[in-house]
């Protein structure tokens, strides 16, 4: 069970996705799921038969200048008023909440340092 403050899932943010699987799996030995996600496919990197992170491909004009780089998600109690709580407190949201089937909700939060971070509220709490 996720619980409330903790880092629950790393997602690599690339343009290069089948770089990328060739590189984890010829170092780390990750092997991958893939799966249509409608707006396109999402990589589930493998350790194993356990989970270890997503490969997500940034394409299109919203990512054109985006740097690939890694997205880790905090766990949170309630992704809507902690988005909120967060804006209070200086954050932006640069994603507002959205519900992803079978996972969770989730926001992209920049907190006020700059950095940039997932939060989500798991669908199995």
């Not at 060739?22 to 194993?48: C, I, N, R």
């Not at 985006?66 to 949170?76: G, N």
């Not at 950095?115 to 798991?122: E, I, K, L």
């Amino acid at each position: 069970m996720p619980k409330h403050g903790t880092f629950v899932w790393n997602e690599l943010m690339t343009h290069d996705v089948k770089k990328a699987k060739a590189f984890y799996a010829d170092t780390v030995g990750w092997s991958f799921d893939s799966m249509d996600m409608g707006e396109g496919t999402y990589h589930v990197a493998k350790s194993g038969d356990d989970m270890a992170a997503g490969f997500f491909e940034m394409s299109g004009p919203d990512f054109e200048n985006v740097p690939d780089h890694w997205m880790p998600y905090l766990e949170v109690d309630d992704i809507d008023g902690m988005a909120k709580k967060a804006e209070g407190k200086g954050a932006t949201i640069i994603r507002q909440p959205f519900d992803i089937p079978g996972v969770g909700r989730i926001a992209i939060i920049k907190e006020p340092t700059g950095a940039v971070v997932g939060w989500m509220t798991s669908e199995n709490r």
